[in-house]
């Protein structure tokens, strides 16, 4: 099974091992809230992935970074680094419904975190 047959496997597999290694990292040095953790680790993981993907973007036959593996990080919690790479790298800004997907998922994450601090 080569890259063209599972890119997932070779791009979101990696990308969640290493916003978890950095959460456990995190989360043994801070005492934040563990959702807050998250966040962040994902956060900062999913910036290089767009950096990658807009790089192999400018090579011919380049390994690319498979838009679903973009969509998922996102949805794990990674949509307000994914837009403010859209805007930053000026990379998938065309395709419309990108932007409307993570705006998409910033609700949802937005309800969870408002929930999660309003708890007692």
Do not use: C
Not at 67 to 74: G, I, M, N, P, R
Not at 102 to 119: E, K, N
């Amino acid at each position: 099974m080569g890259l063209k047959a599972a890119p997932i496997a070779y791009t979101l597999l990696p990308t969640l091992a290493v916003a978890s290694g950095l959460y456990l990292f995190l989360a043994d040095r801070f005492d934040f809230d563990r959702l807050w953790i998250w966040l962040v680790a994902i956060n900062v993981v999913a910036l290089p992935l767009w950096m990658f993907d807009k790089v192999q973007s400018k090579r011919s036959k380049a390994f690319r970074v498979p838009e679903k593996t973009l969509h998922l990080v996102a949805a794990a919690g990674a949509a307000p680094m994914s837009l403010a790479a859209m805007s930053l790298l000026r990379h998938k800004t065309l395709h419309r419904g990108f932007r409307w997907i993570y705006i998409g998922l910033l609700v949802p994450w937005g309800l969870l975190v408002f929930f999660w601090l309003s708890r007692p």
